[in-house]
């Protein structure tokens, strides 16, 4: 992990890539953000400003999906061709232990199927009820951001490597904690032109009472100017769109701001230029709801 000193490390409530889909969205908040302060001070004025945050939100949500998108179905057809070859070979083969074998695979495969239209069934429902909560295991959580966002790393020539340390559980939205996770690691794409490794981990504090998540890149880095500026609204240190169309407007950072915040959350964001950064992501754990922790394998 990038090592920094206090002049090269920033902390707020959370940042994420911003997404082209919420720019026009964005030019409205902007320039209301921008007028003078007796006008922000109006009830109105400050019902319409949430009004359009919850539409920026629901846009960046939606770019999201398009960005996976063709990922994920590539992702699908892999695993529904295993499925049909194995119904083939199992009506064509009457040995009821080969035909038990296939079985198997195709239920492997459907399983997979499953998880991860499940995710992309989440992640595609930004505005229903953003405030409704339940304790979700965030290893499951991050194993379906993964099977959500591998294929866009790997057409970047990005490999992400995981490792999941003890089994936390938090009181969350998990579609709002998964678009926050999804624009780390977009993020993190995005800092390696060339490719390159993305580490994400999850692990619980000694006290137990804190579920740490890090996103860590060994990308270009942060100039420390930037770094302190990093979670101001419409702030971006890109120059544009990359080629799936995010970046440059600097809405994500105070969009997943208002999100990690509401969940009381924070997130602590280290760089240094030409070795990579470091996004450590912090939630209030919550106790595992009683038929979690009697499944096997729970922690």
Request: charge should be positive; glycine fraction near 10%; include cysteine.
């Amino acid at each position: 992990m990038p090592k920094t000193d206090k002049s090269q490390a920033a902390e707020s409530i959370a940042p994420s890539p911003p997404a082209q889909a919420a720019a026009s969205a964005g030019t409205i908040v902007r320039g209301r953000l921008q007028e003078p302060t007796n006008a922000l001070e109006d009830q109105s004025g400050r019902e319409e400003l949430e009004a359009l945050r919850r539409q920026v939100i629901a846009l960046q949500q939606i770019s999201n999906l398009g960005v996976l998108a063709g990922g994920v179905f590539h992702e699908l057809n892999n695993t529904l061709t295993p499925i049909i070859n194995y119904a083939k070979l199992g009506l064509r083969n009457p040995d009821p232990a080969y035909r038990e074998r296939a079985l198997t695979r195709i239920l492997d495969a459907g399983q997979r199927a499953a998880a991860i239209t499940g995710g992309m069934l989440g992640l595609s429902r930004p505005g229903r009820d953003p405030n409704h909560r339940l304790p979700v295991d965030l290893s499951r959580l991050v194993k379906e951001v993964v099977l959500l966002i591998n294929k866009d790393l790997a057409r970047n020539k990005v490999r992400l490597e995981v490792q999941l340390m003890g089994r936390p559980f938090a009181r969350v939205n998990p579609a709002q904690i998964q678009q926050v996770l999804i624009n780390l690691l977009i993020n993190a794409r995005q800092a390696m032109p060339e490719g390159g490794v993305v580490n994400l981990r999850l692990t619980a504090d000694a006290t137990g009472r804190l579920a740490e998540l890090n996103v860590i890149d060994h990308g270009i880095g942060i100039a420390p100017g930037n770094l302190r500026r990093i979670f101001e609204p419409f702030f971006s240190t890109k120059t544009g769109p990359d080629a799936s169309g995010l970046g440059g407007t600097g809405l994500g950072l105070s969009v997943c701001r208002d999100i990690v915040e509401a969940h009381h959350g924070r997130l602590r964001a280290e760089s240094r230029l030409g070795q990579g950064s470091t996004f450590t992501l912090l939630l209030p754990t919550c106790p595992a709801p009683a038929e979690a922790a009697a499944r096997p394998g729970a922690a």
